[in-house]
């Protein structure tokens, strides 16, 4: 059973940032690329920021270009998301999402989902 499991979701203060971790464990796609989405009330799961299997492809939603990184370490299955200079527009469920298709922004691109962690930025 393939299982992703986010962390570091919290309150924060506008300006502030967040550190979210997504480890993988049990049986999931060899070779994964892995995203992050991430979905706040009334809104439909938006693509965050997504990184290839080996790094070398990474994509950003317009929204997180600048303040947002991703990265992975391959050796733990884990796969991160800084976040700095957050605001209360980020408010949000974060989801950690793995795949073997090619790293892409849709949630189609992805077979696997974590339970997601609240991000929530007040002003």
């Known amino acids: 059973q393939a299982q992703l499991v986010e962390s570091g979701g919290g309150l924060v203060q506008a300006g502030g940032s967040l550190r979210l971790s997504c480890a993988a464990s049990g049986r999931t796609c060899s070779e994964c690329d892995m995203g992050w989405f991430r979905q706040a009330p009334g809104n439909e799961r938006e693509f965050v920021a997504a990184?290839?299997?080996?790094?070398?492809?990474?994509y950003y939603a317009d929204s997180a270009k600048g303040r947002f990184t991703i990265s992975r370490d391959n050796a733990k299955t884990t796969v991160y998301l800084q976040m700095n200079g957050l605001q209360p527009e980020d408010s949000a469920v974060y989801y950690c999402?793995?795949?073997?298709?090619?790293?892409?922004?849709?949630?189609?691109?992805?077979?696997?989902w974590g339970q997601g962690t609240q991000v929530t930025v007040s002003s």
């Open positions: 990184i290839s299997w080996y790094g070398g492809r990474i």
């Open positions: 999402a793995a795949g073997s298709r090619g790293v892409g922004m849709t949630r189609y691109d992805y077979d696997y």
